[in-house]
């Protein structure tokens, strides 16, 4: 069973930052490519940054230079450290495996909510 277990979201100003964390309970973390989604109201949920299993990050175009991710497989966490936030940010983030386990609310966890105003 996946647990996912992600926190750290607020309300910010623009340009703010803020550093999300997420404890995934789940079997071989250190093995697994990771990532961290955004869904915004309206939009489809999209990755945001991934991490490989060799610590190699990936970034969407628009967080390139602003978002880095990282991981701690002792405490089988992974963070993402955002700065230089934009309104266009706001949305629920999730950690989850890269690819996804699912599509499905199962595979999932509640996410955190990050809220960026101008």
């Known amino acids: 069973q996946v647990q996912l277990l992600e926190s750290g979201g607020g309300l910010v100003e623009a340009g703010g930052s803020l550093r999300l964390s997420c404890v995934a309970s789940?079997?071989?973390?250190?093995?697994?490519?990771m990532g961290w989604y955004r869904k915004a109201p309206g939009k489809q949920r999209e990755l945001v940054a991934g991490?490989?299993?060799?610590?190699?990050?990936k970034y969407a175009d628009s967080v390139k230079g602003r978002f880095t991710i990282s991981r701690d497989n002792a405490k089988k966490t992974l963070y993402l450290q955002m700065t230089g936030l934009k309104p266009e940010d706001t949305a629920q983030y999730y950690c989850?495996?890269?690819?996804?386990w699912g599509w499905g609310s199962e595979y999932w966890g509640q996410g955190t909510k990050v809220t960026v105003s101008s």
């Open positions: 989850n495996k890269d690819p996804p």
């Open positions: 789940i079997d071989m973390f250190s093995e697994k490519d």
């Open positions: 991490i490989s299993s060799g610590n190699s990050g």
